[in-house]
C-alpha cells in the first residue's frame, strides 16, 4: 500500500448562514462569519489516494491524472467562485469547512481508476485551520 | 547608539472581493479581470506586515510598543476589513477597485495618522502566497 498526495488551492467566498433560523441566531451561532455580504478565504486542499503500485507504470496514479480530476471536478468549480451562490456541489448546504470537505470527496470518489481508493481530503480553511473527512 | 531598528506586526484578515471597473462594458471587465471579476465575489485570506522603522527610544529600548502597534492595528484595520465584503461593506472601495495595491494604500493612510510622524511606515499585503504588494515602494 502506498499513498500519494497532491495539493491544491483556490480562492473563493462564502458566508455561514442558516436559513432557517433568524439574523440575530445567524449572529449568535457564527459571529463574523454570518456577515450578510460574504467574506472569502485562500483554501489549501491536500487530497491522498492510496493503493498498490502498478508495475508497468511505477505508479500508484497518474499524478498529472489526478491533477485533472482535481481541476475539472473540484478547482474550476470553485476557485474565484462564491461558495453559497456559485457552486452547484454546494446547493442547499451550509459552506462550512466540514461540508465542502466531504463534498469535494463527492466530487472526487466516483472518477478515481477502480484500482486507486480516496484515502483523505485535507481543507484549510486559513493556516490555523483545517478538516480532514476520510470517507467514514 | 543613533541606529534606526525597523520593528514589524503581522495580522490576518478575511475578506471577500472583486475586481471590477464600473466605467468598463462586463466584457472588457471578464477580459481586463479574468476571473477575479467574478460577479458573486471571491476571497482572500489576507496577511498584513505593518512596518514601523525609527531610533530606539533610550527610555523604553523601544521603537515603538508593539502592544500598542497590535491594538491600533485591532482598532483601526482588522475591526473594519475582516470577515468582510471590501467592495460592499467598505466605504474606502466604493469608487475605487479592491486589488492588493489599493488596499495597501487605503491601510497606509489609515495608519499613517496614527502613528507618530518620526516614525517610517511601510506596509506589505500578501493576497495569496505567491502575491503580494509593499507600500510605499
Not at chain 1, 492510496?50 to 508497468?56: A, F
Not at chain 1, 497518474?62 to 474565484?80: G, P
Not at chain 1, 463534498?103 to 480532514?132: F, G
Amino acid at each position: 500500500m502506498i499513498f500519494l498526495t497532491r495539493h491544491e488551492h483556490f480562492n473563493a467566498a462564502h458566508k455561514l448562514y442558516n436559513p432557517g433560523w433568524s439574523e440575530e441566531k445567524n449572529i449568535e451561532v457564527f459571529g463574523k462569519c454570518a456577515n450578510a455580504n460574504w467574506h472569502g478565504h485562500n483554501y489549501n486542499l491536500i487530497v491522498t489516494i492510496k493503493g498498490e503500485v502498478n508495475e508497468d507504470t511505477g505508479f500508484l496514479m497518474d499524478a498529472k491524472k489526478l491533477s485533472a480530476i482535481l481541476s475539472e471536478h473540484v478547482c474550476e468549480k470553485i476557485d474565484h467562485k462564491n461558495l453559497n451562490l456559485d457552486v452547484d456541489f454546494m446547493f442547499g448546504k451550509l459552506a462550512s469547512t466540514e461540508n465542502l470537505a466531504l463534498a469535494i470527496w463527492e466530487q472526487i470518489l466516483p472518477h478515481l481508476p477502480y484500482n486507486v481508493k480516496l484515502h483523505c481530503v485535507k481543507l484549510y480553511e486559513t493556516p490555523s485551520i483545517c478538516v480532514e473527512y476520510f470517507g467514514n | 547608539m543613533n541606529k534606526k531598528v525597523a520593528v514589524f506586526r503581522k495580522e490576518r484578515f478575511n475578506a471577500a472581493h472583486r475586481l471590477n471597473n464600473p466605467n468598463l462594458s462586463d466584457m472588457e471587465n471578464q477580459m481586463l479581470f479574468g476571473k477575479c471579476n467574478s460577479p458573486n465575489f471571491h476571497g482572500h485570506n489576507y496577511d498584513l506586515t505593518v512596518k514601523v522603522t525609527g531610533y530606539v527610544d533610550p527610555k523604553t529600548g523601544y521603537v515603538i510598543d508593539t502592544k500598542i502597534l497590535s491594538n491600533l492595528i485591532d482598532e483601526t484595520i482588522l475591526e473594519k476589513f475582516d470577515h468582510r465584503n471590501l467592495n460592499l461593506d467598505l466605504v474606502e472601495f466604493k469608487d475605487l477597485n479592491p486589488t492588493a495595491e489599493n488596499i495597501a494604500m487605503i491601510i497606509y493612510n489609515i495608519l499613517r495618522e496614527k502613528i507618530n510622524a518620526s516614525l517610517e511606515l511601510k506596509i506589505i499585503l500578501n493576497e495569496t502566497e505567491k502575491n503580494y504588494v509593499e507600500y510605499p515602494a
